[in-house]
């Protein structure tokens, strides 16, 4: 293709992203220099030098990025935030209007802009409500920062969507491949036998305030079990979010102000900080449960005391993080947030370059959610 004809098409794909949503072609991004040089590790985090930018910063900046709603990503302090609409509703339920940026934002999953010599969009990631890789174009490279995401189906956000590109930076939280995790449907019919089966005990699982709740119910909804649900307190006001954004949850209860009669036999979801603190014996002879990818590894379930682990992940696992990355076309991966080792072994397996960001401050999953609880 004429290198004229070429730029043309590439000027029209980005300025009518919405018609092309799902569809970003790999010859729009090569023919650049291979190795991507414009995006730099700063103590504040990944910084975007053209754009001036920082993708999910870890102190305030000037301009923030923000992948979704988890407090490891979404940080307070910063003066302006972009991100997904959803995200930036999260930011503020969360943190309070001043905290959540002095001036926010909103872009749609494929929404177009031009920042300096930067073109920006948000494609989904499938993580939580609103959460999104980040998209940008710079001398005709396209780097993705992916943040956290699944390949899961999930119905309380918007799946995935790979995006073909030069530079993919992915998270590796599930990155050994031990971690091949179930299918998510056989670990609600697993809870849910246990619940038939000890009718006159309650069940208490341990799920985050963000995503893992809203899809707990979903999967529980989806499986067959349309009971009221009973909810910790801490657990209500996200769930009010997503109902606000047209997820359907149904009837939710608040444990806190119910009888402990009442919850016999039912399911009770709470932080996982409070299915062993004083909280949970309140419950009629609970069974303690906690849904999390981590509960793959028994050690863990044991050493938290749990009687029922539900193995449910919001992050991509082992098989899910390769597939993803070879199926990008990235010659480069930028891997971090988790088990960055073996994944950039298996990626050099593929001939795939890959370089390790060690970004700290990100949490696993369920340090995060010990943080949700306070939050």
């Known amino acids: 293709m004429p290198e004229k004809v070429r730029e043309d098409v590439c000027s ?9 949503r799902g569809f970003f072609p790999r010859s729009c991004t090569t023919g650049g220099e291979d190795w ?21 910063p870890l102190q305030p900046v000037a ?15 910063h003066e302006l935030v972009t991100g997904t609409p959803e995200t930036l509703a999260i930011m503020r339920l ?50 993705v920062v992916s943040g956290d995401y699944k390949r899961a189906p999930d119905p309380t956000c918007v799946p995935f969507e790979v995006v073909p590109c030069d530079l993919f930076v992915t998270e590796a939280t599930f990155g050994l491949p031990v971690f091949r995790l179930p299918d998510p449907a056989h670990e609600i019919a697993k809870l849910l036998h246990d619940v038939r089966l000890f009718p006159e005990r309650t069940h208490v699982v341990g799920c985050y305030a963000l995503g893992k709740c ?11 079990y349309h009971d009221p649900l009973w909810l910790h307190g801490a657990l209500l006001p996200m769930c009010n979010l997503y109902e606000s954004f047209g997820i359907s949850l149904g009837e939710l209860r608040s444990a806190t102000a119910a009888k402990k009669g009442e919850m016999r036999g039912g399911i009770v979801l709470a932080p996982p ?40 992940s919001d992050h991509a696992d082992w098989d899910a993080l390769l597939e993803t ?18 994944l950039i072994y298996a990626l050099g397996k593929m001939q795939i370059r890959g370089r390790a960001l060690r970004l700290l401050g990100y949490e696993e999953e369920d340090e995060q959610a010990e943080q949700e609880v306070s939050a």
């Open 12 to 20: 029209l794909v980005l300025r009518n992203a919405h018609a092309f």
């Open 36 to 56: 991507v040089d414009w995006l730099e590790l700063k103590p504040e985090g990944l910084f975007c030098v053209p754009g001036a930018f920082y993708i999910d």
């Open 63 to 77: 301009h923030a990025v923000i992948t979704h709603g988890h407090s490891d990503h979404a940080r307070p302090g």
């Open 94 to 143: 969360r943190m309070g209007e001043g905290r959540a940026g002095q001036a926010q934002q909103a872009l749609a999953y494929g929404e177009v802009i031009s920042i300096g010599d930067v073109q920006l969009w948000l494609a989904p990631a499938g993580h939580v409500l609103g959460s999104a890789q980040v998209v940008m174009e710079y001398r005709r490279q396209r780097a």
């Open 214 to 224: 809203q899809r707990l119910i979903a999967l529980l909804r989806e499986g067959g």
């Open 273 to 312: 900080s409070a299915i062993a603190d004083r909280w949970a014996r309140r419950l009629p002879d609970p069974v303690v449960c906690l849904a999390s990818g981590w509960m793959h590894v028994r050690q863990r379930a044991k050493a938290r005391g749990v009687e029922l682990p539900v193995v449910i």
């Open 325 to 342: 990355c070879q199926a990008t076309g990235a010659k480069e991966i930028w891997v971090t947030h988790g088990r960055e080792d073996a």
